[in-house]
């Protein structure tokens, strides 16, 4: 990202951006984040491998498994946690802090209209604010 600051995450992406499988690199509250989305779930993880600082958004992602570009290490993108060696400490990680209930106002949320005869269902990561969870922040 030479040049370009990193997009923040906590000012929201639309799901739509990110296909399944894919990782967006960017910073929550300042610290460089990844943002992976893995079927209809989005993850917010550290960005750099806890090894030797490569950046994971080049990496593998097999399921919930997150490949080290560099030295294989392993994390599970669900939970942070390293999973083998070199790694051995895990991922800052970020959870939401309150479940989005859309707007349904004459059939649609604020941001779609509906689809197939259902009421649409947004999925903005800015209507689901990021946060460390407590046990991460205590380190």
Known sequence: MT???PPD????VPFERIADGAMLPGQIDGEDALLVRRG???????????HYHAALADGLLSGHVLHCPMHHSQFDIR????LCAPALDDLPCWRRATAFAPERAAGR???HRRRRGRPGRCRHV????LRRPAHDAQR
């Open 79 to 82: 939970s942070g946690k390293a």
């Open 3 to 5: 040049g370009t600051t």
């Open 109 to 111: 949320c604020r941001h």
């Open 126 to 129: 800015a209507e689901r604010r």
């Open 9 to 12: 995450l906590k000012a929201g």
């Open 40 to 50: 209809e779930a989005l993850y917010a993880i550290g960005a750099q491998c806890t």
